[in-house]
């Protein structure tokens, strides 16, 4: 059980658009409710100054005391490793390969039970799940 009031807080990021661009995809098909509260920060072409102030103030808001959950889009690109930095000494958890299935698994969990990790390794178990590889011969 987590100690925050209100569950473990989720922000987004990932290169260009694709973080509220996934982001609003996902509240599209779940509807109004269950990722209202996650962040999409957009982190264009990489990390910028406002890119910084933009991960440290929203890491920050999102806190609220049960940790939070790090959805990145590229392992070790900049936009990972400027949230990991202003996520330093926090309860933070990081999960890269930022994908709709990983929002939609994410949107039916329930984040005041769960930890930040717990949360990672749930919307990572949905996302492998989501991966395919078939010739097109195959799904006729």
Do not use: F
């Amino acid at each position: 059980m987590n100690e925050g009031e209100g569950g473990v807080g989720v922000v987004v990021v990932g290169h260009g658009m694709t973080a509220s661009q996934l982001l609003a995809a996902g509240q599209a098909i779940v509807g109004p409710g269950a990722l209202d509260d996650v962040v999409a920060v957009d982190a264009g072409v990489g990390q910028t100054p406002e890119l910084v102030a933009a991960l440290a103030r929203t890491i920050a808001a999102v806190d609220r005391g049960s940790g939070v959950l790090l959805m990145v889009d590229l392992l070790g690109a900049s936009p990972c490793t400027c949230g990991l930095r202003e996520g330093s000494g926090r309860r933070l958890a990081l999960i890269s390969g930022l994908n709709l299935a990983m929002l939609l698994k994410l949107a039916s969990l329930d984040r005041s039970r769960m930890s930040p990790t717990e949360l990672a390794a749930a919307c990572a178990d949905s996302a492998l799940r989501a991966v395919s590889v078939r010739a097109a011969e195959e799904m006729r």
